[in-house]
């Protein structure tokens, strides 16, 4: 797993934005309009070999990957640069790959900025006149024409631009009107041309991720400077929350380029789907995104003299050239669902990794073949998501195995995995069926014991957890306080002889009915702060004065509500120091937070898949329907995105980097897109999927019913919201 530049791409980023905050600023923006081009920039690239990124070596380039290509083009996205880059990249490497003296004696313009040559996306055979950018300042257009490649060159009096919505140098020419040189035919120059267009869609992703990512931060920064009703705009949930659902888009976009580079490189089947998938991500969340930020401003916003326009109207002008960006969600579907053959470029090395590791894939196959040899089908057929599917016999077994603490450290008497190791034991349990939150909580609530239970508690209750004998709940919510946990008022009364009493009410005490303890705060100190005069205890269950009532959800789920009537509490079931709970609580809620839910989108994909297999519409199946295969690619780009938040927030915690905001994001966009995606692929199969029945029609059913809750419990996404904002994006604080 690896998130990180190299040394040597992180000087050559660093090296492009230093050039493009001084020569692309927005008043150099500005000053390009008249034409959407800058021709100083252009030399200004040129002289730092920006357009030999993608050259081969032996062709007088710098031979590097489409990753650093990438690179280049997220600041160039961030700094609007003023002329076609995306396309130029690619087409110097086209100029070097097919040869030819013509193209040679061009490339050598191209690569040092003296000369603009552009590409054209769609066969001239069938449309000889295209849009083209770059059109109305490039000397020659690269373009096929059936089985030809061929170099077109545009004379001086036939480049005309056109006003149009960004202020680019866009132009619609007649490709068959202007002479032509040969480049190459046949099979080998036109794949060479479909890798070209194929690595646009990379770049130019690159660049409007880079764009709305920009646009966002203005927009975070204005509404920490304007005041509306005594108070700075970005205090508002109204303006903040929407900033950060967009900054997740963005981010997952910029994330989703950089998988598809990887799947690439890798050979992965889906490789050629996450290309399209990838430019219709980034075109969508580009345009959300910039016209989120632009809201932010009022109306201002509208004016020309904020810049945040200029934003605006580039995140529609650059990827719209190709056309309507859902065709790149229909050749997605197309490409996953019906056997649609792509051209891959050739990447180059590529440092990123998403890979968990040959650990992993061993920790995946041990838990497959325990409960392929040491379950009973009848225990399977007992197995649910909720607190219901917990079985003692296997948790004891489980923990006999060693599967049970796997990412504890050794010294804990855990197995001592990575985290990265631990998350696909995780998907290994949803596939299995056993991902219950019984032992999910207990490894929680263990590790905080560890740092903060006595020796008794050690003894006692954290021996058993390790042998599987005892299983524990949270106590953090009550009847008025679910996601403000600081704000408890269940209470704890020390004794005389230092020992507690405890008094109140939890709510959602999921696993009580069935659990030994509560891992519960308490307010210990009524007169303190919200945030100080909390105590956290380990409390048990089967004791006097502890009562457990069901609350039963439409998710078949049971939770509970469980009341304490001056319940008797040693000292020793403390955790951590008197009127410091809220350290204790943060401890725990480090460790919930940062997770997923892909492994159960995953599983609900998994389950649609095999539904529009079976469903028939007339005389065919689901599955053939172009409309049916883009909503399955949809969910499936969610699911990616999904899982690129949640390996970078444990990345980023096992390599301990500073990234702000990245936990909340992975548990609220997850969270929110299973809920998403629940509703639209029950609608998707639909009646079948009305349906209780066993089988993927019963499965998404319950899919439907059990995402509704995880936009709530962990935190409800209203918190994560607000933590992205404040943390990934320097916004005012949004609560009191």
């Known amino acids: 797993m690896n998130f990180d530049l190299t040394d040597d791409q992180e000087m050559m980023r660093d090296m492009f934005a230093r050039f493009l905050d001084d020569n692309s600023s927005t008043a150099r923006v500005r000053a390009a309009e008249a034409t959407g081009f800058d021709s100083e920039l252009w030399k200004g690239l040129g002289e730092l070999g920006a357009f030999s990124i993608r050259v081969p070596e032996a062709s007088g380039g710098l031979g590097m990957g489409t990753f650093e290509a990438v690179l280049l083009m997220e600041e160039a996205?961030?700094?609007?640069?003023?002329?076609?880059?995306?396309?130029?990249?690619?087409?110097?490497?086209?100029?070097?790959?097919?040869?030819?003296?013509?193209?040679?004696?061009?490339?050598?313009?191209?690569?040092?900025?003296?000369?603009?040559?552009?590409?054209?996306?769609?066969?001239?055979?069938?449309?000889?006149?295209?849009?083209?950018?770059?059109?109305?300042?490039?000397?020659?257009?690269?373009?096929?024409?059936?089985?030809?490649?061929?170099?077109?060159?545009?004379?001086?009096?036939?480049?005309?631009?056109?006003?149009?919505?960004?202020?680019?140098?866009?132009?619609?020419?007649?490709?068959?009107?202007?002479p032509r040189v040969m480049l190459g035919s046949g099979p080998n120059a036109v794949i060479a041309w479909e890798q070209a267009v194929e690595e646009w869609k990379l770049l130019i992703s690159a660049a409007l991720a880079g764009l709305g990512r920009q646009a966002l931060q203005i927009a975070a920064d204005y509404s920490g400077e304007r005041k509306q009703f005594g108070q700075f705009i970005g205090q508002f949930q109204g303006v903040s929350h929407p900033l950060a659902d967009q900054l997740c888009h963005v981010d997952g976009g910029k994330l989703l380029v950089w998988k598809a580079i990887r799947a690439i490189a890798d050979g992965d089947t889906d490789a050629g789907a996450l290309i399209s998938l990838t430019a219709w991500w980034n075109a969508r969340a580009a345009g959300t995104s910039v016209a989120r930020a632009l809201h932010t401003f009022g109306g201002y916003g509208l004016s020309t003299e904020y810049d945040i326009h200029l934003y605006n109207l580039r995140a529609k002008g650059w990827p719209l050239v190709f056309g309507d960006?859902?065709?790149?969600?229909?050749?997605?579907?197309?490409?996953?669902?019906?056997?649609?053959?792509?051209?891959?470029?050739?990447?180059?090395?590529?440092?990123?990794?998403?890979?968990?590791?040959?650990?992993?894939?061993?920790?995946?196959?041990?838990?497959?073949?325990?409960?392929?040899?040491?379950?009973?089908?009848?225990e399977k057929a007992q197995f649910h998501y909720s607190w219901d599917g917990y079985n003692p016999r296997i948790n004891k077994a489980l923990a006999d195995a060693n599967l049970l603490f796997l990412g504890w450290p050794k010294e804990m008497g855990g197995r001592g995995i990575t985290p990265y190791a631990k998350l696909a034991a995780m998907e290994a349990m949803e596939e299995v069926g056993y991902n219950n939150p019984a032992h999910n909580v207990t490894a929680m609530v263990g590790a905080i014991l560890y740092?903060?239970?006595?020796?008794?508690?050690?003894?006692?209750?954290?021996?058993?957890?390790?042998?599987?004998?005892?299983?524990?709940?949270?106590?953090?919510?009550?009847?008025g306080s679910g996601s403000d946990v600081f704000a408890a008022q269940c209470r704890s009364t020390q004794?005389?002889?230092?020992?507690?009493?405890?008094?109140?009410?939890?709510?959602?005490?999921?696993?009580?009915?069935?659990?030994?303890?509560?891992?519960?705060?308490?307010r210990s100190d009524p007169e303190a702060t919200k945030h100080k005069g909390l105590t956290m205890f380990i409390v048990p269950l089967k004791t006097e004065g502890v009562t457990v009532q069901g609350v039963f959800t439409f998710m078949d789920e049971r939770t509970n509500i469980t009341f304490y009537d001056n319940v008797p509490?040693?000292?020793?079931?403390?955790?951590?120091?008197?009127?410091?709970?809220?350290?204790?609580?943060?401890?725990?809620?480090?460790?919930?937070?940062?997770?997923?839910?892909?492994?159960?989108?995953?599983?609900?994909?998994?389950?649609?898949?095999?539904?529009?297999?079976?469903?028939?519409?007339?005389?065919?199946?689901?599955?053939?329907?172009?409309?049916?295969?883009?909503?399955?690619?949809?969910s499936y780009a969610n699911l990616a995105v999904s899982d690129l938040f949640t390996f970078r927030s444990i990345w980023g915690s096992v390599?301990?980097?500073?990234?702000?905001?990245?936990?909340?994001?992975?548990?609220?966009?997850?969270?929110?897109?299973?809920?998403?995606?629940?509703?639209?692929?029950?609608?998707?199969?639909?009646?079948?999927?009305?349906?209780?029945?066993?089988?993927?029609?019963?499965?998404?059913?319950?899919?439907y019913r059990h995402a509704q809750g995880t936009t709530i419990y962990g935190g409800t996404s209203e918190v994560h919201r607000s933590m992205v904002a404040e943390r990934a994006l320097g916004m005012p604080r949004t609560r009191a």
């Open 77 to 178: 996205g961030r700094t609007l640069v003023s002329g076609p880059l995306a396309e130029t990249l690619v087409t110097a490497r086209l100029l070097a790959q097919l040869g030819g003296g013509d193209g040679e004696a061009l490339l050598a313009r191209v690569s040092t900025g003296e000369a603009v040559a552009t590409i054209a996306f769609h066969d001239v055979a069938g449309q000889p006149k295209q849009w083209i950018a770059g059109g109305s300042v490039a000397e020659a257009v690269v373009a096929r024409d059936g089985h030809d490649i061929v170099l077109v060159s545009i004379p001086a009096d036939a480049r005309k631009g056109e006003a149009n919505l960004a202020s680019t140098p866009l132009a619609e020419i007649d490709l068959k009107a202007h």
């Open 325 to 378: 960006p859902q065709r790149h969600l229909d050749d997605a579907g197309k490409r996953l669902y019906a056997g649609a053959a792509s051209t891959l470029p050739d990447v180059g090395e590529t440092p990123i990794e998403f890979d968990l590791g040959e650990e992993a894939h061993a920790i995946q196959q041990e838990i497959r073949d325990f409960f392929e040899t040491q379950v009973t089908d009848e």
């Open 451 to 479: 740092r903060f239970g006595s020796d008794e508690v050690k003894a006692n209750i954290l021996a058993k957890m390790m042998s599987g004998e005892v299983i524990t709940s949270l106590g953090y919510s009550e009847p």
């Open 495 to 522: 004794e005389p002889d230092g020992s507690w009493r405890i008094n109140g009410t939890k709510m959602w005490t999921s696993g009580a009915n069935i659990t030994d303890y509560v891992f519960m705060l308490t």
């Open 569 to 634: 509490i040693p000292d020793s079931y403390r955790l951590g120091p008197i009127n410091e709970g809220a350290k204790t609580m943060s401890a725990g809620l480090e460790l919930e937070h940062g997770g997923g839910f892909g492994k159960v989108q995953r599983a609900m994909l998994k389950a649609a898949e095999e539904l529009c297999r079976e469903i028939h519409h007339s005389t065919h199946p689901l599955i053939v329907e172009p409309g049916v295969q883009q909503r399955l690619a949809h």
């Open 655 to 703: 390599n301990k980097k500073n990234l702000q905001g990245v936990g909340p994001m992975a548990k609220m966009f997850t969270s929110e897109c299973f809920q998403e995606d629940s509703r639209d692929l029950l609608d998707l199969t639909a009646p079948l999927s009305l349906s209780k029945r066993d089988g993927p029609a019963g499965f998404l059913n319950q899919c």
